[in-house]
Structure formats: C-alpha cells, structure tokens
C-alpha cells in the first residue's frame, strides 16, 4: 500500500533503539498491572519505531551523513495478516527485530525500514478508506497489539473516555438456599483444633439494586 499522509524527510541516519519501549515490555512480559501499562503507554508516546516498506530509492546518505527525499507516494508499507482477517501494521524496537522481518514473494525478502511515531501511524490509521486495525510491536517475538483506537489516545487525537461509575448496590445476607455441607463439615473440622475459635456464622451475600 502506499499513503500520501506519510512522509520522508531528509536527515542524518540516527540509531533505533527504544531502550525505555524494550524495558516497558519486558516488565509487562512478567505480569500486566495497570502501572506497567502506562509505562508502555508512555514509552510508545516517545517511540521511534521501523516501519518494513519498499520504495525504490536506495537509502544511500551523502558525504554530511544525509538522506536522499522519498516520495511518499512511492512507499509500499508491508501488513501482517491474523488469522481472523484482519491486517495490523508491523513496526519494530530496533533493527536487531527488524531483520526477523521476512517478505514472502519479494525479490528482496528483507525490506527496507522507515522510521514512524505514534503520530505518524494515527494519521495512517486515520484514513476512513483504510481497513487496517492498529499495530503489531516486534512480531514474532513480542506480539504487542496496539489498537487504532489505543494509538488514536497515545498521538492525543483522541481522549480516552471516562470510567462511568456504577450505580449503588445493596448487599444484604442471609441463609444460603443450598447448604455446603462439605464447607461446614472442613470448617468444623479446622474450629475443633483451634481455640482461639468460639462461635462461627455461615451466610449469603447477596447483591441487588
């Protein structure tokens, strides 16, 4: 595919590294909180990503270090298809990731890499023509799914909406209708052996409006 909104722009080549993007998922790897998810949150505001594309403009810099302009128009960006049928972006923490990348059919098979912000994938994603669903962090490895939606609030196009409070309940307790006697009979059990225990209620909670 190739989208006019995205843009190349002439500068010196700077390393690709997202150290604070690579920690976030690597905490995330060892149990989601909600912490660990604004972590990853704010890293990705800050990221800058490798985007796999083809173009035929060889990404050769000049004696100063600097690139050569390419026509957006000209930029092919590679998808990732699941299984449901629905194409996602692929985009990349470093380049070590990026060569995992693999295009079936291509004469070239390792696709040249672009680098894209968070804001620079909203407005991709932003297209009403498009169909494509968000992004895929590091796949294969990693597989984290960045919704549109999600990317929309990262870029700040978008506020994410607020928690609607829910409506007061009344709990009230009373005798169980079905009466646990495997329950009874363990708990029983454990009072006999501990003093400490004189008296013990069994009852259901019960919630309603």
Same mark, same amino acid.
């Not at 912490?35 to 000049?62: I, T």
């Given at each position: ?10 500068? &010196?080549? *700077? ?9 976030? /998922? #690597? ?5 989601? &909180?909600?912490? @660990? ?6 890293? =990705?505001?800050? *990221? %800058? =990503? ?15 270090? $600097? =690139?050569?302009?390419? #026509?957006?128009?000209?930029?092919? !960006? !590679? ?8 194409? !996602?972006?692929?985009?990349? &923490?470093?380049?070590?990731?990026? &060569?995992?990348?693999?295009?079936? +059919? ?6 040249? #890499? ?22 895929? /962090? ?7 799914? /960045? ?9 700040? @196009?978008? @506020? ?10 009344? $709990? ?9 006697? @495997?329950?009874?009979? *363990? $708990? ?7 003093? *400490?225990?004189? %008296? ?7 919630? +309603?409006?």
């Amino acid at each position: 595919m190739s989208d006019k909104k995205a843009k190349i722009q002439q500068g &010196t080549i *700077a390393p690709v590294t997202n150290p604070e993007v690579k920690k976030a /998922i #690597n905490d995330l790897k060892q149990g989601s &909180t909600p912490e @660990r998810q604004e972590a990853l949150s704010n890293a =990705l505001k800050k *990221a %800058r =990503l490798l985007a796999p594309c083809n173009f035929d403009v060889e990404l050769k810099p000049d004696h100063n270090g $600097v =690139l050569p302009t390419v #026509n957006p128009s000209q930029i092919k !960006f !590679f998808l990732i298809n699941t299984n449901d049928g629905k194409a !996602f972006f692929p985009a990349f &923490t470093d380049v070590e990731e990026s &060569t995992k990348f693999k295009v079936a +059919g291509e004469k070239d098979d390792t696709p040249k #890499n672009i680098v894209r912000t968070i804001q620079e994938y909203d407005a991709l994603l932003s297209d009403p023509n498009t169909k494509i669903q968000g992004v895929i /962090i590091n796949p294969g490895t990693d597989n984290i799914v /960045i919704p549109k939606p999600l990317i929309a609030i990262l870029a700040g @196009r978008e @506020r994410p909406k607020p928690v609607q409070p829910t409506a007061p309940m009344n $709990v009230t307790y009373s005798e169980p209708n079905v009466y646990p006697t @495997r329950l009874v009979n *363990a $708990v029983y059990d454990y009072c006999e052996t501990n003093d *400490a225990i004189s %008296r013990v209620w069994l009852k259901s909670k019960l919630y +309603g409006p």
